[in-house]
């Protein structure tokens, strides 16, 4: 007897110069408490060309490391950002930023805030938001940049690392309100409820 054979997984295929680059991820983290507030799903994508030494991630350079980032995958973290308490999605590496990630990681978070606008989206980036990320050099980020409410930027600094910073690894690392920044026209850093006391009552109703 013959059997039907399964269809094969749909690539999420982005666009550079013309060019298309499908995309590959190391691993996902449905519930990480370590890369943002809150409970969050992280992604942590593959090809990184930073190659910053002490990385704790490696393997992740690599831009055919782990496994193919197919809409099977999308679908799977849409359904990890359901919940009421999971606070939204952050991305990591690897590098997001790269070029031969941005096309499939746009198409990741069209599909997140067409579902769950209240979603907050998190991007670690070892490029620089003014520098890199805003001057082009990257491509057009416009859309990408649309969808982050927190950009931590900069590559790691082993001689700047700080194991008592929040969210971000070495001291030269920032913490950008992103839609703050585009608004203004420059760098709003992101402040959360341990420097600014009108977060603690937020903070609170999301631990109860």
Same mark, same amino acid.
């Given at each position: 007897?013959? /059997?039907?054979?399964?269809?094969?997984?749909?690539?999420?295929?982005?666009?550079?110069?013309?060019?298309?680059?499908?995309?590959?991820?190391?691993?996902?983290?449905?519930?990480?408490?370590?890369?943002?507030?809150?409970?969050?799903?992280? +992604?942590?994508?593959?090809? @990184?060309? /930073? /190659? @910053?030494?002490? @990385?704790?991630?490696?393997?992740?350079?690599?831009?055919?490391?782990?496994?193919?980032?197919?809409?099977?995958?999308?679908?799977?973290? +849409?359904?990890?950002?359901?919940?009421?308490?999971?606070?939204?999605?952050? !991305?990591?590496?690897?590098?997001?930023?790269?070029?031969?990630?941005?096309?499939?990681?746009?198409? +990741?978070?069209?599909?997140?805030?067409?579902?769950?606008?209240?979603?907050?989206?998190?991007?670690?980036?070892?490029?620089?938001?003014?520098?890199?990320? =805003?001057?082009?050099? !990257?491509?057009?980020?416009?859309?990408?940049?649309?969808?982050?409410?927190?950009?931590?930027?900069?590559?790691?600094?082993?001689?700047?690392?700080?194991?008592? !910073?929040?969210?971000?690894?070495?001291?030269?690392?920032? =913490?950008?309100?992103?839609?703050?920044? +585009?608004?203004?026209?420059?760098?709003?850093?992101?402040?959360?409820?341990?420097?600014?006391?009108?977060?603690?009552?937020?903070?609170?109703? /999301?631990?109860?």
């Amino acid at each position: 007897m013959n /059997h039907p054979q399964a269809a094969p997984a749909r690539l999420i295929l982005g666009k550079t110069k013309n060019e298309e680059f499908k995309m590959n991820y190391a691993t996902i983290k449905p519930r990480d408490i370590a890369n943002g507030p809150g409970v969050r799903v992280s +992604l942590f994508v593959s090809g @990184c060309t /930073h /190659h @910053c030494p002490g @990385c704790f991630n490696q393997e992740a350079w690599d831009f055919s490391y782990g496994e193919p980032f197919t809409q099977e995958v999308v679908d799977r973290i +849409l359904e990890l950002l359901r919940p009421g308490f999971v606070r939204g999605l952050t !991305l990591l590496g690897g590098e997001p930023f790269e070029p031969q990630n941005q096309g499939p990681i746009v198409d +990741l978070l069209r599909q997140v805030k067409a579902q769950m606008p209240e979603k907050s989206i998190w991007a670690f980036s070892g490029y620089l938001f003014d520098r890199d990320i =805003l001057s082009g050099r !990257l491509g057009d980020t416009r859309e990408y940049l649309s969808y982050l409410d927190v950009l931590v930027d900069g590559p790691f600094i082993q001689a700047k690392k700080n194991l008592a !910073l929040r969210f971000r690894g070495s001291e030269n690392q920032r =913490l950008i309100d992103v839609p703050a920044s +585009l608004a203004k026209g420059e760098i709003v850093l992101w402040e959360d409820w341990q420097t600014q006391k009108k977060g603690m009552e937020e903070y609170a109703q /999301h631990q109860g």
